[in-house]
Structure formats: C-alpha cells, structure tokens
C-alpha cells in the first residue's frame, strides 16, 4: 500500500492551500485516515482524523480553519487548509488505516512522504 500526499507549497499569512492522499495497492477497506505535521525542532502532531463513516477529529491550534474530508471511493483523503499562518509551517504527513485482507478486520497503518507547507509572514 502506497500513499501519495501532494498539494503543499509556499502561501501567504491569512492564505489556504488544500492538501491530498491517495492511497492505493491492496486494499479491501480504510478505516481511519488523517494528517499530521511536524515543524522543524517539533514533535509530530495531530492535525486531524476522520473516519470511514466521517467522523472527525481536529487539534485545538487549527479547529475552525482546517476542515478534513474523504472520497471513499477514490480512498483519498483531503484536508483544507484556510487562515494559514506562520505557526502552520511544517512537513504535513497522510497515514491510513487499510484492511488488507477480507478475512482478517486487523488494519495496517501506513503513512505517506510528507509535504512541505511554508506559510510566510
């Protein structure tokens, strides 16, 4: 299983960008998918989750900016990023939870390359 993140760049205070996450290989089913980030000297943190059925989970620091979505059909997820700021610089990585195999409900957790958003002040 392969995720591919795309969409980061160099944007502007009070700009948006919107990511993607593709995932594709042997998959039977996601359950939960999200992103995350990780600014340079910084842990990696949550940015947020959401679930096969659409539930969604958001950090405090981007809760009312950021909104997480999914196209199950495509096994894609997005995240829209609005009223960008310095703060949100950071590698921005994709995971997933894929079920590999229609015998087994065990899922795998995969991650993705990471893309860079710089967010200038």
């Known amino acids: 299983v392969q995720l591919q993140a795309s969409g980061g760049g160099l944007v502007q205070y009070g700009g948006s960008l919107r990511l993607s996450c593709a995932a594709s290989?042997?998959?039977?089913?996601?359950?939960?998918m999200g992103w995350y980030r990780q600014a340079p000297g910084s842990q990696r943190e949550l940015v947020a989750t959401?679930?096969?059925?659409?539930?969604?989970n958001y950090a405090d620091s981007v809760k009312g900016r950021f909104n997480i979505s999914r196209d199950n059909a495509k096994n894609t997820v997005y995240l829209q990023m609005n009223s960008l700021k310095p703060t949100d610089t950071a590698v921005y990585s994709c995971?997933?939870?894929?079920?590999?195999?229609?015998?087994?409900?065990?899922?795998?957790?995969?991650w993705g390359q990471g893309t860079l958003v710089t967010v200038s002040s």
């Open positions: 995971n997933a939870k894929v079920r590999r195999y229609s015998w087994s409900d065990h899922a795998y957790t995969f």
């Open positions: 290989g042997s998959i039977v089913s996601i359950n939960a």
């Open positions: 959401i679930t096969s059925s659409g539930s969604t």
